[in-house]
């Protein structure tokens, strides 16, 4: 059964607190994103990875870390010098990061709270 | 940057009114594609648009891409409870850009 997982579904932490958030594809695609997305807002992203081993950063990268050690994995760390983390995080891939195979297949998403 | 922007931003309709979300960019795009977000569920992709001018239908949803490829619309005729949740587009400029992300028109409906 091919997909893309994010666990867990909801997450607690204490302020002050790093927190990594996982993210799993079996779908054998090599670009990988992460986005933010608050109540009643949209997409932002957070960073992307186009192959094993190299990552960008995206629009709201500050206070956020990422690594792509394996093509399947894509964990996303945010740190206490995230100042908001209290948001939904979805993670998402694709074939290619650009070209005819970048239609975005999205996990069903980790919803952080941070007390 | 590249920036895509949705109007509306939000819509209440009742049912079996028509609705549509219209996607702007401020730059040329090489593709546009439609993806569905459900209340608390994730983005699906819906469809993706390549030539200039293109429409495509599924069902009762109508989109179009610009003959300039700089704007893009979804059209829902005669909306329905299940269509509710928010739309997003996503374009890309060049073929070796990746996608961004519009802003998202979030569909309430009336029963």
């Known amino acids: 059964d091919g997909g893309i997982t994010q666990s867990p579904k909801y997450l607690f932490r204490k302020e002050g607190q790093n927190v990594t958030l996982s993210c799993e594809q079996n779908?054998?695609?090599?670009?990988m994103y992460w986005y933010r997305q608050d109540p009643g807002q949209g997409l932002r992203l957070i960073y992307y990875?186009?192959?094993?081993?190299?990552?960008q950063k995206g629009d709201i990268a500050e206070g956020y870390s990422v690594s792509r050690e394996k093509k399947e994995s894509f964990p996303l760390t945010v740190t206490s010098a995230q100042k908001n983390p209290t948001a939904f995080y979805l993670c998402?891939?694709?074939?290619?990061?650009?070209?005819?195979?970048?239609?975005?297949?999205f996990g069903p998403g980790t919803r952080l709270t941070v007390l | 940057g590249q920036q895509v922007m949705q109007i509306p931003q939000y819509q209440h309709v009742q049912e079996g009114e028509d609705f549509t979300t219209y996607c702007n960019s401020s730059?040329?795009?090489?593709?546009i594609q439609w993806y569905k977000q459900r209340p608390g569920g994730h983005p699906v992709f819906l469809i993706q648009?390549?030539?200039?001018?293109e429409v495509k239908k599924q069902k009762r949803l109508t989109f179009q891409f610009g003959e300039a490829k700089k704007n893009s619309s979804l059209h829902i005729t005669a909306t329905q409870t299940t269509d509710v949740g928010t739309y997003f587009c996503?374009?890309?400029?060049?073929?070796?850009?990746?996608?961004?992300f519009g802003t998202g028109t979030r569909l309430a409906v009336r029963p």
């Open positions: 648009l390549v030539k200039s001018g």
């Open positions: 730059t040329t795009l090489s593709n």
């Open positions: 779908l054998n695609h090599d670009a």
């Open positions: 996503a374009g890309r400029r060049s073929s070796g850009d990746k996608l961004t």
């Open positions: 990875s186009q192959i094993v081993n190299d990552f």
């Open positions: 998402a891939s694709s074939f290619q990061l650009a070209g005819g195979g970048d239609t975005q297949y």
